[in-house]
């Protein structure tokens, strides 16, 4: 079991950066594969990016491409994305989840989920 927890979040400019973490509860954070995804009002969930369980690989969605990074820190039970260049239509929830296995974009692949954690991008 995992209790995934997300803070970070608040009301920036365009053009602004924000550092949302996760942090994970519960045994062998190393050997789960951490997603990101948002959700704006009216709309799907969407996919952020993930990494891997050793942070050794990432993979993005387009839109965020080149201004988001995802990174971990396994020592501290915590994966973080930092997210440049923001837009207002980077506007949503945002939400880290786990799985024990294999990175994938698939939502429904996910086991635990965070609360998540308010953006809002101002232009």
């Known amino acids: 079991q995992v209790q995934l927890v997300e803070s970070g979040g608040g009301l920036v400019q365009a053009g602004g950066s924000l550092r949302l973490s996760c942090a994970a509860s519960g045994r062998a954070f190393s050997g789960y594969t951490m997603v990101w995804y948002r959700q704006a009002p009216g709309k799907e969930r969407m996919f952020v990016g993930y990494?891997?369980?050793?942070?050794?690989?990432?993979y993005y969605a387009d839109s965020v491409k080149g201004r988001f990074t995802i990174s971990r820190d396994n020592a501290k039970n915590t994966v973080y994305l930092q997210m440049n260049s923001l837009k207002p239509e980077d506007t949503a929830v945002y939400y880290c989840?786990?799985?024990?296995?294999?990175?994938?974009?698939?939502?429904?692949?996910?086991?635990?989920w965070g609360q998540g954690t308010q953006v809002t991008v101002s232009s």
């Open positions: 989840a786990a799985r024990p296995g294999v990175a994938t974009t698939r939502a429904e692949s996910y086991d635990y």
């Open positions: 990494i891997s369980r050793n942070g050794g690989s990432t």
